[in-house]
């Protein structure tokens, strides 16, 4: 157990609807990443928050956006879903970025878009 | 680009050694990393190695790393059945953010 909670854990909806992925870091952890695992295109970096302030942003669609609340938890909201939409979302933690670096990853929220 | 490259798929006979190799982007990256992944599950830290080390022992793994080709591998020792996984290595960027890019995954299966 890494200590990284995410819900929900299975998802099906339609295409055109929205849907918001939520994530509890490990206690302490300051930073949440959000990343897409999909077949086609691995494991892609979504976004960073540290401290409820956005980090880093990679390959995120402008219909997707997060945040980070003051209690550290986040949620990813993806909206106008389609059919590629589909795939596990991993929410991960660490403490800072002045450490090793090591992430601690949730088990994952898997998208199906019908 | 941003591309961490894997072979995708390893088969290995249970005792033997399994090495895993990955071609990095970033000669600034200070951490590498391997992350193993089970069916179902997140993916979990297996050892990292700073840039500024060639060799990293842990037990059965021994990470080995080649700056001039940004190339790191992965060697697991007596490989077991519950080593299959699909195995990612990943560089941390640098600059403040812990953000990782990962390579696309290799799938070690272990014939027993």
């Known amino acids: 157990d890494s200590g990284v909670t995410q819900t929900p854990k299975h998802l099906i909806t339609a295409t055109g609807q929205r849907v918001t992925l939520r994530c509890s870091p490990r206690?302490?952890?300051?930073?949440v990443y959000w990343y897409q695992q999909s077949l086609d295109q691995g494991l892609q970096f979504l976004i960073q928050y540290y401290n409820g302030e956005e980090r880093a942003k990679g390959n995120i669609l402008e219909r997707f956006s997060a945040q980070q609340f003051p209690d550290l938890h986040s949620e990813l909201n993806l909206s106008s879903l389609e059919l590629g939409d589909s795939a596990l979302y991993f929410c991960?933690?660490?403490?800072?970025?002045?450490?090793?670096?090591?992430?601690?990853f949730g088990e994952g929220s898997r998208l199906t878009v019908l | 680009g941003e591309d961490v490259e894997q072979s995708l798929f390893l088969s290995v006979r249970e005792g033997d050694s399994s090495v895993i190799n990955c071609t990095y982007t970033d000669s600034s990256s200070t951490y590498l990393y391997w992350y193993k992944q089970e069916p179902g599950a997140g993916l979990q830290l297996l050892t990292y190695?700073?840039?500024?080390?060639d060799m990293k022992q842990d037990q059965r793994l021994t990470v080995l790393l080649n700056k001039k080709d940004k190339h790191l591998s992965l060697r697991i020792a007596d490989t077991q059945t519950g080593d299959s996984a699909i195995y990612f290595c990943a560089e941390r960027k640098g600059g403040a953010t812990n953000k990782l890019i990962f390579g696309t995954g290799t799938l070690l299966a272990v014939q027993p």
């Open positions: 190695i700073f840039s500024n080390m």
């Open positions: 206690s302490g952890d300051l930073s």
């Open positions: 991960a933690s660490s403490v800072s970025g002045i450490d090793t670096g090591e992430l601690f």
